[in-house]
């Protein structure tokens, strides 16, 4: 029987998810059906339950839905539980699991697709809100240097920065320095990767970062995908070496969830390259 899955949102019709997940099951021959849905916005749960009872094996969540999620799950992952955020369930018969692939997909595109370790690297996670909580614990997973988290208001940097270093002091290695600042706080600072975690691009606002950040040979990634945001035109201008989107980011964190779900790894490359092929 084929299993079913499915990403929900609100709204959710612009997502790639279905389209993504379609050509890892044709790839990898497995039989399943994955379609988007639109949640309430006040019964997120009531829809998860709907799919519970129908058979859904599980699936993928969403804006404004991740912190939600992240309260329905009876077990989470140790990146979920970091995030204090859930973007994919699996249901398991008697419970829901929840976990957080975001992370691991922003580490697996910049490490595998844009060949750049993190380890030993000065990395700068500019942004304190959900999009840069979800990937703090992947990123120090890789033991960078030193990893900033920047922010327009500081303290929510040094609160996302305190609830790691209090909750998971055995994730974090002594040889990276971990901390918050604010942004003219960079003025003195290079880093080998700029990660741009906020939604400035949303409203296509510049980012008041110094413009000395790129250290020869950067990589400037912003997590947002499907145009050149001021950060990225930033990037370019002051010497980034290496600019990219979030694309492969997305691809990524959907090959971890399906990997979660069915135990195989899909080609993620080939998939990116149709994506970025067709411009889907
Ligand atoms: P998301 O879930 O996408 O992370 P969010 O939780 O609302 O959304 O967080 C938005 C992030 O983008 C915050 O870090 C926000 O900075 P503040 O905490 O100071 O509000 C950041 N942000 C949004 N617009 C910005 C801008 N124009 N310049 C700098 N940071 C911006």
């Not at 989107?245 to 779900?261: H, I, K, N, R, T």
Request: charged content about 20%.
């Amino acid at each position: 029987m084929t299993d079913r899955y499915a990403v929900i949102g609100n709204p959710i019709s612009h997502s790639k998810s279905p389209l993504i997940h379609k050509m890892f099951a044709q790839q990898t021959a497995q039989d399943i059906r994955y379609e988007a849905i639109e949640a309430p916005l006040d019964n997120f749960a009531g829809k998860v339950y709907e799919l519970i009872t129908q058979g859904y094996r599980g699936c993928n969540v969403t804006v404004p839905f991740k912190f939600e999620a992240f309260k329905l799950a009876t077990e989470l992952s140790d990146r979920a539980q970091a995030a204090q955020a859930v973007n994919t369930l699996r249901f398991n018969g008697d419970g829901i699991f929840g976990d957080n692939t975001d992370g691991a997909g922003l580490v697996t595109d910049i490490t595998h697709n844009l060949n750049c370790e993190l380890s030993n690297k000065r990395v700068l996670l500019v942004g304190a809100g959900g999009a840069a909580w979800g990937v703090l614990l992947p990123l120090l997973n890789e033991v960078p240097q030193r990893l900033v988290i920047a922010n327009r208001t500081v303290a929510k940097a040094e609160e996302a920065a305190q609830t790691l270093l209090s909750g998971f002091t055995e994730h974090i290695s002594h040889s990276t320095e971990f901390v918050a600042r604010g942004f003219s706080d960079l003025v003195d600072e290079e880093f080998d990767v700029v990660i741009n975690a906020t939604s400035a691009g949303l409203t296509d606002s510049e980012i008041p970062l110094p413009p000395t950040l790129f250290a020869p040979r950067a990589l400037a990634y912003d997590m947002m995908y499907g145009r050149e945001t001021p950060f990225m035109k930033f990037a370019r201008t002051h010497g980034a070496a290496v600019v990219a989107d979030g694309l492969g980011m997305l691809v990524e964190q959907a090959a971890e969830a399906f990997y979660l779900w069915r135990g195989v790894r899909p080609d993620t490359r080939a998939v990116l390259e149709q994506l970025r092929g067709t411009k889907c």
